[in-house]
């Protein structure tokens, strides 16, 4: 999409801002996410080559401080059990040579099996959950691994499009070993009809980029008798590779 | 071997259940005597306040240091870890108590907007030293944009704002080299 085409603003879930609804040219005839036009900074990002002493080169460090292992399993810590499917997700966290991002905090949140977000903005008339928060925190491992037990979230009304749902859908949020590593994205389930509808899954313009947001179902992930597995592996790099293939 | 990044997707407005943890903003031991105060306003292009931003700082210790330390978390209110957390209040506003940084005086800071794709990235100069190959490479009136402003009659406290369009544009910052660390052989 030309970044000269005018924009139809809405305001929502989350996008909290979207391109308007009418044809496309995402995968699914949808209008590509393109966020909040106010909040686009006109000029482009000053390139700058980080001296071997800059605080960027540098990330912040976490550990058994920070996270208790309790912290990966969403299911924990409230009275019963949360409704829905129980799944486990991991995967391993390596930078663009393929080394594991060791003992680095991965941070997650997601709606619950109904599609509701604990959030005093999420206005979807779904249930919550009194056994559902939706956040957990881990520490990948020595191999660059990470794993959460969950709940598989529900689809949602993608309110700013007319008769629109966002597919499934778990956030992320991970730190490298350099600050410009910072990543904060979305995954998403396996033949999910829903994908090639969604905005903001087809807002990443790169085909293949797009299928590295959607993980694999996993047996080996599986729990017997518990939880269906999923993996999906997170490849961290500098804000700047990615920068052309989503379209920016 | 090169492998594709995973690509960034919208932070969303619902991440106020599992970002922001309290006492992200005190990054200074309590009571230690250095502290400072950064705050200021995200605003957008209309002026506007830029309310559920997560502000992300990160920087060096007042000795130089940039190992950091564990427990930003949860903090014991004695560890400096050199990393804060904040969300922007409904009036675009934050704030964040920290010790001032050894060697180069900035705060790395990256800005996790909804209604952004992605993250961006900024300097907060609490001075400008006599060298520095990014301040020096800007055109002088928008290296304004990077400073931090001691304010009149604060004690050690310094204002931000930080404005996403339009102009006064706050300068964003792109790393071609992607800055990490270099690795094994
Ligand atoms: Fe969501």
């Known amino acids: 999409m030309a970044a000269s085409e005018p924009l139809v603003q809405g305001t929502g879930r989350d996008g909290a801002g979207f391109a308007g609804v009418t044809a496309g040219d995402g995968p699914g005839g949808v209008r590509p996410y393109v966020g909040r036009v106010e909040r686009h900074p006109l000029q482009p990002p000053v390139p700058l080559v980080l001296d071997p002493d800059a605080v960027e080169r540098r990330a912040p460090v976490f550990g058994a401080a920070d996270v208790s292992p309790l912290d990966a399993d969403l299911t924990l810590g409230h009275r019963g059990e949360p409704l829905g499917e129980r799944i486990t997700v991991g995967g391993r966290v390596l930078d663009g040579r393929g080394r594991p991002v060791r003992g680095q905090l991965v941070e997650l949140w997601q709606a619950n099996a109904a599609g509701r977000y604990v959030h005093r903005a999420d206005r979807h008339a779904a249930p919550l959950d009194p056994n559902f928060t939706?956040?957990?925190?881990?520490?990948?491992?020595?191999?660059?691994?990470?794993?959460?037990?969950?709940?598989?979230?529900?689809?949602?009304?993608?309110?700013?499009?007319?008769?629109?749902?966002?597919?499934?859908?778990?956030?992320f949020s991970l730190f490298g070993t350099a600050f410009t590593q910072r990543l904060v994205t979305q995954m998403y389930f396996p033949g999910d009809p829903l994908l090639p509808h969604d905005s903001i899954w087809t807002s990443v313009r790169d085909a293949s980029a797009r299928r590295r947001l959607v993980a694999a179902y996993d047996p080996g992930l599986n729990e017997p008798e518990r939880s269906l597995g999923y993996r999906w592996d997170i490849v961290l790099d500098g804000p700047d590779a990615t920068w052309a293939e989503e379209g920016r | 071997m090169s492998l594709p990044a995973t690509p960034s997707q919208t932070i969303g407005p619902f991440h106020g259940t599992a970002l922001p943890f309290p006492g992200g903003g005190e990054a200074a031991p309590v009571g230690h005597p250095d502290t400072i105060t950064v705050h200021g306003c995200l605003s957008d292009g209309d002026g506007a306040p830029v309310p559920e931003a997560l502000l992300e700082f990160w920087q060096a210790a007042p000795d130089g240091s940039l190992v950091g330390a564990p427990g930003s978390l949860r903090r014991d209110g004695a560890a400096f870890t050199g990393f804060g957390r904040v969300v922007t209040r409904d009036d675009g506003r934050y704030t964040l108590r920290t010790l001032p940084p050894g060697g180069a005086p900035y705060l790395a800071?990256?800005?996790?907007?909804?209604?952004?794709?992605?993250?961006?990235?900024?300097?907060?100069?609490?001075?400008?030293?006599?060298?520095?190959?990014?301040?020096?490479?800007?055109?002088?009136?928008?290296?304004?944009?990077?400073?931090?402003?001691?304010?009149?009659?604060?004690?050690?406290?310094?204002?931000?704002?930080?404005?996403?369009?339009?102009?006064?544009?706050?300068?964003?910052?792109?790393?071609?080299?992607?800055?990490?660390?270099?690795?094994?052989?």
């Open chain 1, 134 to 171: 939706g956040a957990g925190r881990c520490l990948t491992d020595d191999d660059g691994r990470y794993r959460f037990t969950t709940i598989r979230p529900g689809a949602y009304p993608d309110v700013t499009h007319h008769n629109a749902w966002r597919p499934s859908h778990l956030h």
């Open chain 2, 109 to 185: 800071l990256c800005l996790l907007v909804p209604g952004l794709t992605r993250h961006l990235f900024t300097r907060v100069y609490l001075a400008f030293p006599e060298h520095d190959p990014l301040i020096e490479a800007l055109p002088p009136a928008r290296r304004a944009t990077l400073l931090a402003a001691p304010e009149a009659g604060g004690h050690r406290t310094y204002r931000f704002d930080i404005r996403l369009r339009g102009g006064a544009e706050t300068v964003f910052l792109a790393f071609p080299d992607r800055g990490g660390r270099p690795g094994p052989p």
